[in-house]
């Protein structure tokens, strides 16, 4: 008779734990990763999340492993914020309904929730400044975009669409997350650099606005600086190198979202992976076949 110890018994509680899983992934996979994948659509933040991680990409849209609920939850508040300081609401009444939609949100405790509050109030301050001194006129915000790469569509929503002075589009993302952009990287960020070829390919020329002259992050939450927001450009991409690096990025993704393996690939935010418990990178760098 086989006698089993206690890392026999772990190694079959990770092995029941994986078939679980990725019975689950099949199962879900099937219905949400396979119709986008055949209808061929990316978001851009959809480009960025593959590319950094294929397996916590796989996860959150087949098995809904979402962040953590608090940084959706300032997400939400400092959009509600824009989208306020766009219409031109004054910055009190902002304030006013920050605090109105605090109270709709769930924390887990009254005394966690008003310390996040002063924290998202201090992200909406840094906005505000930003918003005000931004020289750029605002053309729209929270704007629907649509372009075709080939096969591909690329859908989303930008969350400020820009034109600078010399007519040129510029789109801004908000971000609140606790970790900037590496610098080095800004130039191939992926979600900046479809923003810029979806301007390329005509998703803005309703409003005039036909050339990227780049794109932005700004970074309100601890990823700013300690009294201003930090912005972070990134240069148009007719002025790169490769001017087509963007395009071969989205039929890259897309051709790798309707593959057979989804690599999990180490990075910084495998700090705040919210399936980094049971990821394979940190033990043996397997990858993962639904
Ligand atoms: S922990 Fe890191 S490598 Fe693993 S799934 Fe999450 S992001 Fe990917």
Redesign the pocket.
């Given at each position: 008779m086989i006698q089993l110890n206690a890392h026999h018994v772990w190694y079959l509680i990770m092995a029941a734990q994986w078939t679980v899983l990725l019975s689950l992934v099949a199962f879900a996979g099937g219905a949400l990763v396979g119709l986008p994948i055949a209808l061929m659509r990316v978001s851009p933040s959809q480009v960025e999340s593959f590319t950094?991680?294929g397996?916590?990409w796989l996860?959150e849209v087949a098995a809904g492993a979402r962040s953590v609920d608090v940084v959706r939850h300032f997400g939400i508040v400092i959009h509600a914020a824009a989208v306020l300081a766009a219409e031109g609401a004054a910055d009190d009444l902002i304030g006013d309904r920050i605090d109105e939609v605090w109270h709709h949100l769930d924390f887990g405790s009254a005394w966690y929730s008003k310390k996040q509050r002063e924290l998202a109030h201090q992200m909406v301050d840094k906005f505000l400044a930003w918003h005000r001194q931004n020289p750029r006129d605002l053309v729209a915000f929270e704007e629907s975009v649509r372009a075709q790469v080939g096969a591909v569509e690329i859908t989303g929503r930008v969350d400020r669409l820009e034109r600078d002075a010399e007519g040129r589009a510029i789109v801004v993302d908000l971000k609140t997350g606790s970790a900037p952009a590496p610098a080095t990287d800004l130039d191939r960020h992926p979600q900046l650099g479809v923003y810029q070829l979806a301007v390329m390919l005509g998703a803005f020329e309703r409003f005039g606005l036909t050339e990227p002259g780049g794109a932005e992050l700004v970074q309100v939450g601890k990823a700013s600086l300690a009294a201003q927001v930090r912005v972070q450009p990134q240069r148009s991409l007719a002025d790169g190198p490769e001017p087509g690096w963007a395009r071969e990025l989205v039929e890259t993704v897309a051709a790798g979202m309707a593959g057979p393996l989804f690599e999990?690939?180490?990075?910084p935010?495998?700090r705040n992976?919210p399936?980094?418990s049971s990821?394979p990178?940190?033990t043996s760098g397997e990858q993962v076949t639904p």
């Open positions: 950094r991680c397996l916590r996860l999990a690939r180490l990075n935010g495998c992976c399936v980094a990821c990178a940190h």
